[in-house]
């Protein structure tokens, strides 16, 4: 199978990186990269075919993989329609674009995927939304999309496109939350005298600790908790005082406005897109 990637950034690199680990991916992934320090980068590390453009290809892929920022996706995407057939499976990790707003840009393409990768990604630990047509694809065009995903982490599919706002709220926008959480941490432990590499150290382990104890035991969340949990003892301490200041609503709160958010997001893309296209097809004003 032949991927090709349209661009090259981080998210794209850690895709590459993915799948290099999997075996050799020099005569199966491309990249379309404008900037020549990243191709070259990319071609050194990874033996990848990387291009200027998409007219550069040799040979038309089987998957696309949409790696450009969503700003900029309309303009990505005008070479890109010119050459793409029905056949070929289309993967978009641009944050906020909806299906039928790449199949708009893409004259009308069906076989469209819509993914929330976060970025753990970059270290293969990260866990990926994705959204995807039932009707447009067979089971094994999505049990290719899924290996692919698979090579940056875990993946949650959603049969309801609109769910893929509220997985940027909780696993796209998710470390952000936990690197504030650290940050305070951390800032405690240097207020009880430790050296500020020694505090990172001491947070950023615990962190890394219960992530992996979470993910292996069979036990809920609630179970770890509680099993950390004296009656009387320090954590209680700090559990009480965490709940007695609403750190569990104010939690939730932040992610149903991150939520809120993304859906936002998506329609402004969405209007600008109609708003440009119409744009497109009048005629211009005469200069004064």
Do not use: C
């Not at 949409?66 to 944050?95: H, R, T």
Request: charge should be negative.
């Amino acid at each position: 199978m032949h991927i090709a990637f349209l661009g090259g950034g981080n998210m794209a690199s850690a895709m590459v990186a993915g799948l290099h680990q999997a075996g050799n991916v020099s005569r199966t992934v491309s990249v379309v990269e404008h900037h020549a320090a990243q191709r070259d980068l990319l071609t050194q590390k990874y033996g990848v075919r990387a291009f200027e453009s998409v007219g550069q290809l040799t040979e038309q892929p089987d998957v696309w993989i949409l790696a450009v920022k969503p700003q900029a996706m309309q303009g990505a995407l005008s070479e890109l329609a010119s050459v793409l057939n029905a056949a070929q499976i289309v993967i978009s990790i641009a944050a906020g674009l909806m299906v039928q707003t790449i199949s708009g840009w893409l004259n009308g393409h069906a076989k469209i995927v819509r993914t929330m990768p976060n970025t753990p990604a970059l270290l293969g630990l990260g866990v990926t939304g994705v959204f995807a047509p039932a009707d447009q694809f067979s089971d094994g065009e999505l049990q290719t999309v899924d290996l692919i995903l698979a090579s940056i982490g875990q993946t949650v599919w959603v049969d309801d496109e609109a769910q893929i706002d509220a997985i940027t709220a909780i696993s796209g926008s998710g470390p952000a939350y936990v690197f504030n959480m650290m940050e305070h941490l951390v800032e405690a432990a240097q207020r009880f005298g430790f050296a500020p590499s020694d505090a990172k150290k001491l947070v950023v382990q615990t962190f890394i600790g219960a992530s992996a104890l979470a993910a292996q035991s069979d036990d809920d969340l609630a179970t770890l908790r509680a099993k950390v949990t004296s009656k009387g003892g320090t954590t209680a301490a700090a559990l009480a005082t965490f709940e007695a200041m609403g750190l569990g609503q104010v939690l939730t709160q932040g992610a149903v406005a991150a939520k809120e958010r993304a859906r936002g997001l998506s329609e402004e893309l969405s209007q600008s897109t109609s708003v440009s296209t119409s744009a497109s097809s009048l005629p211009s004003s005469p200069k004064n």
